[in-house]
């Protein structure tokens, strides 16, 4: 059975004590760099890819892996260079 500890307290806040939004506070959220704004995140991308989910050797994925970051590009050129032979 569980019960409520005598010693426990109230946890959550009343949203009266909540800061006041105000004109200087919302000029503060965005970034700029000079006049320029900086956006936050993952950068968009350029809509050339596309997510797959793919099954792969266990000896070529390791392959790639131990080649460092950037071994995703790197089995995607090496399967580019594969599609243009193909093609010959």
């Known amino acids: 059975m569980t019960v409520k500890s ?18 200087k506070w919302v000029a503060e959220a965005d970034l700029y ?9 993952r950068p968009i991308g350029s809509g050339q890819k596309t997510q797959t989910t793919l099954r792969i050797s266990k000896d070529v ?3 790639f892996r131990a ?3 950037g071994w995703q ?4 050129n090496a399967l580019k260079r594969y599609v ?3 093609r010959r």
């Open 33 to 41: 760099h000079g006049k320029k704004l900086v956006r936050r995140g």
């Open 73 to 76: 590009t790197r089995m995607d």
């Open 6 to 23: 005598k010693r426990s307290h109230r946890t959550s806040r009343n949203p009266d004590d909540a800061p006041e939004i105000t004109d």
């Open 61 to 63: 994925l390791e392959f």
């Open 67 to 69: 080649t460092g970051p």
């Open 84 to 86: 243009a032979l193909q």
